[in-house]
């Protein structure tokens, strides 16, 4: 099945210690994008994709990054994370101007 | 400045009758409105959607309606089951340059009872 994965679904990492999370699709999508979704608040979005053009969030902070080496893979870098970086990091996919498809999450905890 | 709303943050319905959730937006540039379902532990999975030039969409069970006017959507679950149960996300775009770049609401956790 055609799906959009998320590596690792957990991840726990110690404050200030960098951490990567990844993305990859099996739809050939040529967008992707990166949310943040805090507890009871409105899925955020951080940057997008679109082949290999990367689009920042005016308001996304320096300290995410992101790489898409190629179509099928995205990579989320936080360079030092905070205690108000926990969160769920939402992958999605779409073709320009179409619904998009997410992943199941990766629930990162800072300690 | 929350430029989606979900009011509501849950719902109870019983099963068979209709679930109402409902959805206000403020930015008049947003032309593509769509409605995500999750469940826990899974990413959003996208329901139904519709564009600014037209004010119903139909899709088995599952109605959305758009008010551009009064800038409010709604999506109409008939008849409602348990397994819809679920926090359901109203999300709007505006398709400018490449890509459909989409602004949540914050969720309206829908709860059908037997």
């Known amino acids: 099945d055609a799906m959009v994965i998320q590596n690792p679904r957990y991840q726990v990492t110690q404050f200030g210690k960098p951490v990567t999370l990844s993305c990859s699709q099996t739809?050939?999508?040529?967008?992707m994008y990166w949310y943040q979704q805090k507890s009871s608040q409105a899925p955020k979005l951080l940057f997008h994709?679109?082949?290999?053009?990367?689009?920042n969030e005016a308001d996304t902070p320096d300290n995410f990054q992101s790489r898409r080496p190629n179509t099928s893979f995205c990579f989320l870098d936080i360079r030092s994370p905070g205690l108000g970086d926990a969160a769920m990091y939402l992958c999605?996919?779409?073709?320009?101007?179409?619904?998009?498809?997410f992943g199941p999450g990766t629930r990162l905890t800072v300690l | 400045d929350q430029q989606v709303k979900q009011n509501s943050p849950s719902l109870s319905v019983q099963e068979g009758r209709i679930s109402i959730l409902n959805c206000d937006y403020t930015?008049?540039?947003?032309?593509?409105f769509l409605w995500y379902k999750k469940y826990p532990a899974e990413g959003p999975t996208f329901l139904i959607s519709?564009?600014?030039?037209?004010d119903k969409n139909e899709d088995g069970r599952f109605t959305v309606f758009l008010n551009k006017s009064a800038k409010h959507l709604s999506l109409h679950i008939v008849p409602s089951q348990p397994g819809d149960s679920a926090v359901y996300f109203c999300?709007?775009?505006?398709?400018?340059?490449?890509?459909?770049?989409?602004?949540f609401g914050t969720g309206t956790r829908l709860q059908v009872t037997l």
């Open positions: 994709y679109y082949d290999k053009d990367f689009n």
């Open positions: 930015n008049s540039m947003f032309d593509y």
């Open positions: 999300a709007a775009s505006a398709r400018t340059g490449t890509a459909s770049k989409l602004t």
């Open positions: 519709i564009s600014s030039i037209k």
């Open positions: 999605a996919t779409s073709r320009a101007w179409a619904e998009q498809f």
């Open positions: 739809l050939n999508h040529n967008v």
